[in-house]
């Protein structure tokens, strides 16, 4: 267990490599990956200070995070499998001068077994010359797995009129090669119109499928109490 320390005064990264379950508490830590089979992570009332990482600063699967402030890397959290996000913050990530990166407060490239509850969740990179800038504040995409069972709940998803082209992205991709997601359930969020009053460039939500087999959008509402529909 790491309880009650500064870990990036010692290092710049925890990465495992062998089966483990790792405790965090209390502590100020980098970036953590947790890639491999038999790997978790359960860190609470803590900060990740990923800095300039290419990729999550909470990366891989069985991650558990509660009360927790996560900063920098390309995307805060990539859940590969097995990922509970609550009451935590995600925001202000690395996107450099001179990069073209997308960035991402949540993403998944394909898994399942994923809830995000009452967290605020924030992309707040700006379009940079290059085109770098953020994609969502959460993103689902079946890249290399289907997407499925994925509970996105009480949250506050922030607005970003600069390189955002939705807040939320549900999923369902005919170009991706696994293009249906089924049981996403996007329930009671709260999405922020910001100075375009679209929360993104374009609007609030995109790609969520109504019709696919477990799929529940509900109570979804503006932060000026209108709601949201599905898109």
């Known amino acids: 267990m790491i309880d009650g320390k500064d870990v990036r005064a010692k290092c710049s990264e925890l990465v495992a490599y062998h089966p483990f379950a790792l ?73 450099p001068d001179g990069g073209s990166a997308h960035t991402n407060a949540f993403l998944t490239n394909g898994g399942e077994g994923m809830v995000l509850r009452h967290n605020t969740l924030h992309c707040d990179s700006i379009l940079n010359r290059t085109d770098g800038g ?12 289907p997407v ?4 996105v709940e009480d949250n506050l998803l922030k607005a970003n009129d600069s390189s955002i082209s939705y807040c939320a992205y549900g999923g369902y991709s005919p170009s991706k090669p696994y293009p249906v997601a089924t049981q996403i359930r996007f329930i009671d969020n709260v999405f922020e119109r910001g100075p375009n009053r679209r929360c993104g460039v374009y609007g609030p939500a995109t790609s969520f499928q109504t019709s696919a087999a477990g799929n529940e959008w509900r109570g979804n509402v503006w932060d000026s109490g209108e709601p949201v529909p599905a898109a």
Do not use: K
């Not at 405790?23 to 990740?48: A, F, H, M, W, Y």
């Not at 953020?134 to 797995?145: E, I, K, Q, Y």
């Not at 499925?148 to 509970?151: D, E, G, P, S, T």
């Open 134 to 145: 953020c994609t969502a504040d959460v993103s689902l995409f079946g890249d290399f797995g």
């Open 23 to 95: 405790t965090i508490r209390n502590s100020r830590v980098p970036r953590v990956e947790v890639t491999d089979s038999g790997q978790s992570l359960d860190i609470r009332d803590s900060e990740v200070v990923a800095g300039s990482w290419s990729d999550g600063a909470l990366w891989g699967s069985n991650i558990t995070a509660t009360r927790v402030e996560v900063t920098g890397g390309q995307h805060s959290v990539h859940c590969m499998d097995n990922c509970t996000i609550v009451d935590s913050w995600l925001h202000a990530q690395y996107n």
């Open 148 to 151: 499925r069972n994925v509970l």
